[in-house]
């Protein structure tokens, strides 16, 4: 009930935003400054510059546009099930989702420091380790095998650093549960599988301090 | 102009210039990988942790090991001419049973081979993982590299045993020079409780070593097949080029033909090893298990593209496909109206 009260409000703010912005009939690199209209109606959750908001949607800057573009259509088609992004979703429709995705792409993220695989060769922390060596004992391979260095992931492997802990816990609880599915083979569901209740609350702290 | 410039490169070998070292050095086969039966989980060593590594000159030596293993881009321009990482055949640091294990190999050298009447060593043996799987320049015997990738070898499989047959203690400290041998020698020296219970052969042979063969398919291979396979499979992973994921500069995703890849002398490139490969290890974590015969095909399409040359080769694609690749590859043979090898990338480019 609080869940579509809150979504009620973020709609409100989100379509009065839309007549207060400014909506630039431009090229597409003076798009990029301003906000397209058909992005407006993810600002109130995610952000003018896709940055994020607590709790309500996580950050978008730092995700790769053919990444962002093939999520909105999992929405679309419920293999990601959201009660708010399933109807949000589809109010981006044909040649707009690119622009939507291609805005949030561009927008910048703070520069870390990278870690590489072999860095360390002995890792105290389990959220570290799990992320740079995996657990083969029961065939996990390392976050760092497909998310890459500090997961900043690129094209359809999100970014994990700096990311929001809530919005990683509920995704690779999502995963376990078949709520979110789309990628191919199910890998991701498949390694989520294997993670305890413990370690996806590490593995969230872990990468959202990366910052 | 390629052309011309091969033909330059032909005749200054005729007439003895040395314009390509690497080949000269090159022993005459590369010794395929071991295809074995898969046995029983219980039966596979499990190394201590990477924690347990002593503190100290060995130690480090070790740690050095694990760590040129894992990012062996470390040793891009001086040792490897392609983006792969040791790690990406060898799973989970060389510590995976029946994806290579190091700890597998280390037990099988020396190996004495006929085919040369030489005994190679194991520090031989990484030679030609550089040469080959890493496109690039071998370190030279005995340098701190091959020490240090003997000494985590080394390290994984007797922390293994020691731990398997109940013996207390550190692992014994080797000397450099007894590190590169490898384990399968007279004068190697093993805690009494373990050489009472296995010896040389038995050791040599070590359950999870190699990857286990794939099962026989229904039909013969096929490339055409294989494309299928990989855009189900493998694409959302390895890309639609087959060219990996590039990730804040390094391949977390490694590219599995073209330039970036392990060149024709590699053991990778034998259709039967890949499918060993990709049917026991792959999509990563085993989300999905293909069939043999899906494992068959795959491998054929992805070895059935270019890559970089053969290092043995001396100009003519059908002297080195007659002399060096009379198994289940795809060198010298014509595909789409191309013969592979004719094109192939250069060995050991810069970056």
Same mark, same amino acid.
């Given at each position: 009930?609080?869940?579509?009260?809150?979504?009620?409000?973020?709609?409100?703010?989100?379509?009065?935003?839309?007549?207060?912005?400014?909506?630039?009939?431009?090229?597409?690199?003076?798009?990029?400054?301003?906000?397209?209209?058909?992005? %407006?109606?993810?600002?109130?959750?995610?952000?003018?510059?896709?940055?994020?908001?607590?709790?309500?949607?996580?950050?978008?800057?730092?995700?790769?546009?053919?990444?962002?573009? %093939?999520?909105?259509?999992?929405?679309?088609?419920?293999?990601?099930?959201?009660?708010?992004? %399933?109807?949000?979703?589809?109010?981006?429709?044909?040649?707009?989702?690119?622009?939507?995705?291609?805005?949030?792409?561009?927008?910048?993220?703070?520069?870390?420091?990278?870690?590489?695989?072999?860095?360390?060769?002995?890792?105290?922390?389990?959220?570290?380790?799990?992320?740079?060596?995996?657990?083969?004992?029961?065939?996990?391979?390392?976050?760092?095998?497909?998310?890459?260095?500090?997961?900043?992931?690129?094209?359809?492997?999100?970014?994990?650093?700096?990311? %929001?802990?809530?919005?990683?816990?509920?995704?690779?609880?999502?995963?376990?549960?078949?709520?979110?599915?789309?990628?191919?083979?199910?890998?991701?569901?498949?390694?989520?599988?294997?993670?305890?209740?413990?370690?996806?609350?590490?593995?969230?702290?872990?990468?959202?301090?990366?910052? | 102009?390629?052309?011309?410039? +091969? *033909?330059?490169?032909?005749?200054? &070998?005729?007439?003895?210039?040395?314009?390509?070292?690497? #080949?000269?050095?090159?022993?005459?086969?590369?010794?395929?990988?071991?295809?074995?039966?898969?046995?029983? !989980?219980?039966?596979?060593?499990?190394?201590?942790?990477?924690? /347990?590594?002593?503190?100290? !000159?060995?130690?480090?030596?070790?740690?050095?090991?694990?760590?040129?293993?894992?990012?062996?881009?470390?040793? =891009? /321009?001086?040792?490897?001419? *392609?983006?792969?990482?040791?790690?990406?055949?060898?799973?989970?640091?060389?510590?995976?049973?029946?994806?290579?294990?190091?700890?597998?190999?280390?037990?099988?050298?020396? #190996?004495? =081979?006929?085919? *040369? /009447?030489?005994?190679?060593?194991?520090?031989?043996?990484?030679?030609?993982?550089?040469? $080959?799987?890493?496109?690039?320049?071998?370190?030279?015997?005995?340098?701190?590299?091959?020490?240090?990738?003997?000494?985590?070898?080394?390290?994984?499989?007797?922390?293994?045993?020691?731990?398997?047959?109940?013996?207390?203690?550190?692992?014994?400290?080797?000397?450099?020079? !007894?590190? @590169? +041998?490898?384990?399968?020698?007279?004068?190697?020296?093993?805690? !009494?409780?373990?050489?009472?219970?296995?010896?040389?052969?038995?050791?040599?042979?070590?359950?999870?070593?190699? $990857?286990?063969?794939?099962?026989?398919?229904?039909?013969?291979?096929?490339?055409?097949?294989?494309?299928? @396979?990989?855009?189900?499979?493998?694409?959302?992973?390895?890309?639609?080029?087959?060219?990996?994921?590039?990730?804040?500069? @390094?391949? #977390?995703?490694?590219?599995?033909?073209?330039?970036?890849?392990?060149?024709?002398?590699?053991?990778?490139? =034998?259709?039967?090893?890949?499918?060993?490969?990709?049917?026991?290890?792959?999509?990563?974590?085993?989300? @999905?298990?293909?069939?043999?015969?899906?494992?068959?095909?795959?491998?054929?399409?992805? *070895?059935?593209?270019?890559?970089?040359?053969?290092?043995?080769?001396?100009?003519?694609?059908?002297?080195?496909?007659?002399?060096?690749?009379?198994? /289940?590859?795809?060198?010298? +043979?014509?595909?789409?109206? +191309?013969?592979?090898?004719? &094109?192939?990338?250069?060995?050991?480019?810069?970056?």
């Amino acid at each position: 009930m609080n869940k579509m009260i809150t979504a009620a409000i973020f709609v409100s703010s989100a379509l009065s935003i839309q007549v207060s912005a400014s909506v630039p009939d431009a090229s597409p690199k003076e798009l990029q400054q301003t906000v397209p209209a058909a992005a %407006q109606v993810c600002l109130s959750c995610h952000g003018a510059q896709g940055q994020g908001i607590d709790l309500a949607g996580p950050k978008l800057a730092g995700l790769s546009s053919a990444y962002m573009m %093939q999520q909105i259509k999992l929405f679309q088609s419920g293999s990601r099930q959201n009660p708010l992004m %399933q109807p949000m979703s589809m109010t981006v429709q044909g040649d707009n989702i690119k622009v939507v995705a291609d805005y949030f792409a561009s927008q910048s993220v703070d520069k870390i420091n990278l870690h590489y695989r072999g860095d360390k060769v002995v890792i105290a922390d389990p959220a570290e380790k799990i992320a740079y060596q995996g657990d083969w004992s029961r065939d996990l391979p390392a976050c760092f095998s497909c998310h890459g260095p500090s997961g900043v992931g690129a094209e359809q492997f999100p970014r994990l650093a700096g990311q %929001q802990a809530s919005y990683l816990k509920t995704q690779l609880e999502a995963w376990q549960s078949g709520t979110r599915k789309g990628d191919a083979d199910n890998m991701m569901g498949n390694v989520a599988s294997k993670l305890t209740a413990a370690e996806i609350d590490q593995l969230a702290q872990y990468f959202a301090s990366l910052k | 102009m390629k052309f011309q410039a +091969k *033909n330059i490169l032909g005749v200054a &070998a005729l007439i003895g210039f040395n314009l390509t070292p690497i #080949a000269d050095e090159l022993p005459d086969r590369q010794q395929a990988l071991p295809s074995v039966a898969k046995q029983a !989980e219980h039966l596979y060593i499990e190394s201590a942790a990477l924690a /347990d590594i002593p503190a100290g !000159e060995f130690g480090d030596k070790v740690r050095l090991g694990y760590q040129l293993f894992v990012n062996t881009q470390q040793l =891009r /321009d001086k040792h490897v001419g *392609n983006e792969l990482n040791c790690v990406n055949c060898h799973l989970n640091a060389g510590n995976k049973a029946n994806a290579s294990p190091l700890w597998g190999a280390y037990f099988a050298y020396p #190996a004495y =081979r006929k085919k *040369n /009447d030489k005994v190679n060593s194991f520090e031989e043996r990484l030679q030609g993982c550089f040469t $080959y799987s890493m496109n690039g320049k071998a370190p030279e015997s005995g340098s701190k590299e091959l020490v240090a990738l003997s000494a985590y070898s080394y390290w994984l499989g007797m922390s293994g045993l020691m731990l398997q047959h109940n013996v207390a203690g550190p692992v014994p400290e080797l000397s450099d020079s !007894e590190l @590169v +041998k490898g384990a399968k020698r007279d004068d190697f020296i093993l805690p !009494e409780a373990i050489s009472s219970k296995m010896d040389q052969n038995a050791l040599a042979q070590l359950p999870g070593r190699g $990857y286990p063969a794939v099962p026989k398919a229904e039909q013969a291979y096929s490339p055409e097949r294989g494309a299928k @396979v990989y855009q189900a499979h493998c694409q959302s992973c390895h890309g639609k080029d087959g060219q990996g994921q590039m990730i804040a500069g @390094v391949a #977390a995703l490694p590219p599995l033909w073209g330039p970036q890849s392990y060149n024709w002398g590699a053991g990778m490139h =034998r259709v039967g090893t890949a499918a060993d490969f990709i049917y026991e290890n792959m999509p990563l974590g085993k989300s @999905v298990q293909l069939t043999p015969q899906q494992a068959w095909d795959v491998s054929a399409y992805i *070895n059935s593209q270019e890559r970089p040359q053969d290092p043995r080769f001396k100009g003519q694609v059908t002297d080195t496909q007659k002399q060096y690749h009379q198994h /289940d590859g795809y060198y010298g +043979k014509t595909i789409s109206g +191309k013969v592979l090898g004719s &094109a192939s990338s250069a060995n050991f480019p810069k970056k």
